[in-house]
Nanobody, 123 residues
Framework: VQLQASGGGLVQPGGSLRLSCAASGFTFSNYWIYWIRQAPGKELEWVAAVNSYGMSTYYADSVEGRFTISRDNAKNMAYLQMDSLNPEDTALYYC?????????????????WGQGTQVTVSS
């Protein structure tokens, strides 16, 4: 049972990246999927969420209008398209799954938690 995030890297300010989250070992379509990030020395920050059907999406104010979360339940995949990146987006990005909406971003509130993928925005 796992979630595996990938797609991170080094990008210049203003650039784009697309993160992917591959799920296995559980019924992916029953779970909300979240993208969460953690910058060095900072707490976990919720970035975006999509409900189990993919019909509703939610974004933190800091990424609204720049990031797009999506999912493909047939492929057991979720994605985070990140555009207009800036240095403040530099962080380790995690994907996580939960049966119900999560309101406090602590690891124990999620049913599944993947390893992170590093995103670095720098010139």
């Amino acid at each position: 049972v796992q979630l595996q995030a990938s797609g991170g890297g080094l990008v210049q300010p203003g650039g784009s990246l697309r993160l992917s989250c591959a799920a296995s070992g559980f019924t992916f379509s029953n779970y909300w999927i979240y993208w969460i990030r953690q910058a060095p020395g900072k707490e976990l920050e919720w970035v975006a969420a999509v409900n189990s059907y993919g019909m509703s999406t939610y974004y933190a104010d800091s990424v609204e209008g720049r990031f797009t979360i999506s999912r493909d339940n047939a492929k057991n995949m979720a994605y985070l398209q990140m555009d207009s990146l800036n240095p403040e987006d530099t962080a380790l990005y995690y994907c996580a799954g939960a049966k119900a909406p999560v309101y406090e971003v602590v690891k124990k509130n999620f049913d599944y938690w993947g390893q992170g993928t590093q995103v670095t925005v720098s010139s």
